[in-house]
């Protein structure tokens, strides 16, 4: 099991699950009103024929989300970044709460989302949201920006020898790349936030 990343995720649903559909059209309608109650103005567009150019399906195991964020917090505080296929238990353990401890701050849009659930939208907003539970938005509520999610990316892309302005083709790094696992969730979030920013569509994380 992983983590699932979409953007134009009802146009999949609409053909593939006509069940699923339905709940997820639900699903982000009520996630349009809770966004208008926080002053953002913002609707998952509607299924059109052709989908979206740009939609985006991809994945990887949730450990590699945890990976990739250690090396957002470890560039944060200005340590030493070493793949975490490098590292030693305890010290990857050590790094973990720096990890919560750099998310208790609330500031982070990589952070600040839960591990497989949710959504970052394509709106500039400069803090995660945190709605309350009563709009039962996915994620226990929280809410990313894409374009802060994409800033975030490009940030910590020479940490992991990726060059952010040649970012966008896709390429897999050979097997035993230093910092593949990190890389290849860096790529596949990176795809994500530009086809959501294009296409105005949504990140799902499901």
């Known amino acids: ?24 059209r639900d699903a982000f309608a009520r996630l349009g009103r809770a966004l208008e109650a926080e002053g953002i103005a913002w609707r998952e567009p509607e299924v059109t024929d052709p989908p979206p150019a740009a939609a985006f399906s991809g994945g ?19 340590e030493a970044v070493r793949p975490a296929a490098a590292v030693g238990g305890d010290e990857f353990l050590r790094d973990c709460e720096k990890i919560d401890d750099e998310t208790s701050m609330l500031s982070s ?14 709106v500039d907003f400069v803090d995660p949201l945190f709605l309350p539970a009563q709009a039962q938005v996915a994620g226990a509520g929280m809410v990313g920006s894409s374009q802060r999610l994409l800033a975030e990316l490009a940030s ?11 970012a966008a083709e896709p390429c897999e790094d050979p097997a035993g790349t230093p910092f593949e696992s990190e890389r290849f969730a ?5 795809q994500a936030c530009v086809a959501s920013i294009a296409e105005g569509h949504a990140v799902v994380f499901h």
């Open 1 to 24: 099991m992983g983590l699932s990343v979409s953007v134009g995720f009802l146009h999949d649903q609409i053909r593939n699950d006509p069940e699923g559909y339905e709940y997820h």
């Open 60 to 78: 990887f195991p949730y450990g590699y989300l945890t990976q990739l964020r250690r090396i957002l917090v470890l560039t944060i505080l200005g």
């Open 109 to 122: 849009h990589l952070l600040c989302h839960a591990d497989n659930a949710g959504y970052y939208v394509p």
């Open 156 to 166: 910590i892309a020479p940490s992991i020898g990726i060059d952010p302005e040649a």
């Open 186 to 190: 860096w790529r596949q979030l990176h």
